[in-house]
């Protein structure tokens, strides 16, 4: 009996707002960082962030990229300096937050256009607070840091994975909250005590639970409108 022929995958890309917004998609914020993979795409040179499975299909986060090195040196910045994000030549000061970049050949997969809607469960949060909430617990079980992505028009809302653990099946659980306004911040700041979420650009208090918002230059293909 002829074997199966095994599925090849497929690579979803999804263009995120910025160089930063990738580096904190990597950014472990204890001094490790996910490695970040440059391919040399038909259509220019993509630093991706790979993300979630849907299916065969893994979500690629990228942004077009002009530098062509192998360590990115990214500063999340604090109350006085912004955020910023650079090649350079080695990893030789302490205390900072360094990237590895693989120069990878991702040819091999094949790029979707849009994933199979039976692999997804779309969930609407009516409250914000909540969604955020939910992933900050689950991130604080998990030891990570949890990623929300702020996309549809005027990045008006806020998107998050298999955030509630008891409803996680083998689909991709996809929860989604409306803003009432683009968020300026690059972390989301939840307050255990009354609830409560607001967008800040650093972390720089220990008394709340923080997730990284990625910005997105598009909307996800599978949560339009």
Request: proline residues 4%.
């Amino acid at each position: 009996m002829p074997k199966k022929k095994q599925e090849q995958g497929r690579l979803l890309y999804v263009k995120a707002a910025s160089l930063e917004d990738i580096c904190r998609h990597a950014c472990n914020f204890d001094f490790t960082a996910e490695p970040l993979i440059m391919y040399r795409h038909r259509s220019g040179n993509r630093l991706i962030a790979l993300g979630e499975h849907i299916g065969d299909t893994q979500l690629a986060y990228y942004v077009e990229s002009r530098g062509d090195g192998s360590i990115l040196l990214y500063e999340p910045g604090n109350g006085e300096t912004g955020e910023s994000a650079r090649f350079v030549g080695s990893a030789d000061q302490t205390g900072k937050h360094y990237i590895n970049v693989v120069h990878a050949d991702l040819s091999a997969y094949r790029e979707s256009a849009e994933p199979d809607k039976k692999g997804i469960v779309l969930i609407n949060v009516e409250k914000p607070e909540d969604l955020v909430g939910a992933i900050a617990r689950k991130s604080v079980r998990d030891e990570s840091m949890a990623c929300v992505y702020a996309t549809g028009a005027g990045a008006k809302r806020i998107v998050a994975f298999n955030a509630l653990g008891a409803l996680a099946d083998d689909k991709l659980t996809v929860y989604y909250s409306r803003l009432g306004s683009k968020p300026e911040g690059n972390f989301a700041r939840y307050d255990y005590k009354d609830n409560s979420l607001c967008f800040v650009r650093s972390m720089e208090s220990h008394a709340y639970v923080y997730a990284k918002v990625i910005n997105l230059a598009e909307p996800f293909p599978f949560l339009k409108g």
